[in-house]
């Protein structure tokens, strides 16, 4: 796999950074908050509204292991259709305005979808898995590329290292959270209720989120030398 142009750049001026961690831990916090907030949306609507889901169906809805591993598989496969779409409207209108928009479907959806899923109805089932499946899958198709976008070329790897720890917290541990917390309250819409939270949490980073689609980024529009020669062109490839 070939290094990104940007960092290409870097590597020719000599310029790329013998300690980009220290360098990015020190200059670039804002951006490391943004990038937490990113991967913790896109890691609980992922890990909550699609891994767990089969989870779910089998504990809370009553269904067979079959049929909740078969309904989970027809949302895998609405991930697949909605990611291309979602990537080419952030290209389109924005890394900003997609990610809102899909943090406000993870802020109202996810409760309601839930108790969809928890009827033990087929069609309802379904609908509430699918739905989950196209917020998640929009969220990581837009923060795929939103989050290497917020540091400079010559720290966005480490920056992406220290930030992406969110995964970690709001993806590995939510759906024993999840199942934990109903286990022990006997509240079904629980996993609904820690996704939206979440997204409540992260509607008001996203809406000061600085742009970074190509062509609409402030940084791209600037030459090189007004960022130190140290920033190249937005790029979604995560190199450093």
Same mark, same amino acid.
């Given at each position: 796999m070939q290094?990104s142009?940007?960092?290409?750049?870097?590597?020719?001026?000599?310029?790329?950074?013998?300690?980009?961690?220290?360098?990015?831990?020190?200059?670039?916090?804002?951006?490391?908050?943004?990038?937490?907030t990113?991967s913790?949306?896109?890691?609980? =609507?992922?890990?909550?509204?699609?891994?767990y889901?089969? =989870?779910?169906?089998t504990?809370?809805?009553?269904?067979a292991?079959?049929d909740a591993l078969?309904l989970?598989t027809?949302?895998?496969?609405?991930?697949?259709?909605?990611?291309p779409?979602?990537g080419?409207?952030?290209?389109?209108?924005?890394?900003?305005?997609?990610?809102?928009?899909?943090a406000?479907l993870s802020?109202?959806l996810?409760?309601?979808?839930?108790?969809?899923?928890?009827?033990?109805?087929?069609l309802?089932?379904?609908?509430?898995?699918?739905?989950?499946?196209?917020?998640?899958g929009?969220?990581s198709?837009v923060?795929?590329?939103s989050a290497?976008?917020?540091?400079?070329?010559?720290?966005?790897?480490s920056g992406?290292a220290?930030a =992406?720890?969110?995964?970690?917290?709001?993806?590995g541990?939510?759906?024993?959270?999840?199942?934990?917390?109903?286990?022990g309250?006997?509240?079904?819409?629980v996993?609904?209720?820690?996704?939206?939270a979440v997204?409540?949490?992260?509607?008001p980073?996203?809406?000061?989120l600085?742009?970074?689609a190509?062509?609409?980024?402030?940084?791209?529009?600037e030459?090189?030398?007004?960022?130190?020669g140290?920033?190249g062109?937005?790029?979604?490839?995560a190199s450093?």
């Open positions: 290094e142009p940007g960092f290409e750049e870097l590597k020719q001026a000599r310029a790329t950074d013998h300690a980009p961690l220290r360098r990015t831990l020190r200059t670039q916090r804002p951006a490391l908050y943004r990038t937490f990113i913790a949306l896109g890691s609980i =609507t992922y890990y909550v509204g699609i891994t889901v089969p =989870t779910y169906l504990a809370v809805g009553g269904f292991e079959s078969w989970a027809i949302a895998s496969a609405a991930v697949i259709v909605v990611t779409f979602a080419m409207m952030a290209d389109r209108v924005g890394r900003r305005p997609a990610l809102v928009l899909f406000a802020l109202v996810p409760v309601s979808m839930f108790a969809f899923m928890s009827r033990g109805h087929g309802l089932a379904l609908t509430g898995a699918v739905v989950l499946a196209l917020v998640a929009g969220v198709a923060g795929a590329s290497p976008e917020q540091f400079p070329v010559d720290g966005r790897l992406l220290v =992406t720890v969110a995964t970690t917290i709001f993806g541990l939510t759906p024993y959270a999840a199942q934990a917390l109903i286990d309250t006997g509240w079904r819409l996993p609904g209720i820690m996704v939206a997204a409540l949490l992260s509607l980073i996203l809406w000061r600085p742009e970074t190509p062509g609409r980024s402030a940084l791209s529009k030459p090189p030398a007004d960022r130190g140290l920033e062109p937005p790029t979604s490839t450093s």
